[in-house]
């Protein structure tokens, strides 16, 4: 590759070598058959130009608080600069769940995504241990995440007081340290690709709850402020410890366990 061409000028401007490149075709004809987000890095050839669309991902979870089922964190990313292509997206919780069905079906059919699944024993082992707290659990889960991904910028909804320490706490388990970090509290309202991770995480925990009332009766919606939830936890959590977070107060209102990390605390 030459660097007396035009495109490739671009590029090397934007700081790209031409060995990272690889070319879809002669720079006068572009080849527009292969999704955007498929391609590493970011460029179109047209009429002996490169675009740069730098990725960015937004990661949120749903379930944090809950005593049964599982914690689900969600990660979706875009090219910079296409947050209208998301659709009517926002804070999960302001939608309803028909909407936010209809939304995730829409974005995981156009866009790069990545879901975890925490179980609730996991939940417990982390907050049973000496060195993990469900935030630095969480900060593990989302590194993973990005370590897929790959992004150029990841917008975190920090769940963590202190966002400073829990941005350098993630920056270190990070493959690629050279992605930027956006992490605030509320990203999740402030970020459309945000609003599209927390639709994500929203409707796969609320399928897995679906899952777990067929399974095993109705234990309303996990947490620990509804009352049938609490009676099903009185009632059946001994028997059903796998879905269960014996590490929560409201288990251990009704059954003694190992003593309890404060969740607050975190």
Avoid at 9 to 30: C, H
Avoid at 63 to 90: F, S, T
Avoid at 221 to 228: E, L
Wanted: with cysteine; proline share 5%; charged share 30%.
């Amino acid at each position: 590759m030459c660097l007396e061409n035009p495109a490739l000028k671009i590029i090397a401007g934007a700081g790209f070598e031409p060995r990272d490149l690889r070319v879809m075709g002669p720079v006068s004809t572009p080849d527009c058959s292969t999704p955007l987000y498929k391609i590493t890095p970011y460029y179109i050839y047209k009429a002996n130009y490169v675009f740069i669309f730098m990725k960015v991902l937004g990661i949120d979870e749903a379930g944090r608080g809950p005593v049964i089922g599982p914690m689900i964190i969600a990660g979706a990313m875009i090219e910079e600069g296409k947050e209208e292509m998301l659709g009517e997206v926002k804070d999960s919780k302001f939608l309803y769940h028909s909407k936010r069905i209809k939304l995730s079906k829409h974005l995981k059919e156009n866009f790069e995504y990545k879901i975890i699944k925490v179980e609730p024993k996991e939940i417990d082992d982390a907050l049973n241990s000496d060195d993990l707290n469900l935030n630095w659990l969480e900060a593990h889960k989302q590194a993973q995440i990005i370590n897929k991904l790959n992004p150029d910028t990841a917008i975190i909804d920090c769940p963590s007081i202190n966002t400073y320490k829990y941005e350098e706490y993630l920056k270190n388990l990070l493959d690629n340290k050279n992605i930027k970090l956006i992490v605030e509290h509320k990203a999740d309202a402030n970020y459309p690709i945000c609003s599209a991770a927390s639709i994500i995480a929203k409707v796969e925990r609320e399928d897995e709850m679906k899952k777990i009332r067929e399974k095993y009766g109705n234990c309303g919606p996990g947490y620990p402020s509804n009352q049938t939830t609490q009676e099903f936890v009185k009632k059946y959590g001994k028997k059903y410890k796998e879905i269960m977070r014996t590490t929560w107060s409201t288990y251990k209102r009704y059954h003694k366990e190992n003593n309890q990390k404060d969740l607050g605390a975190y």
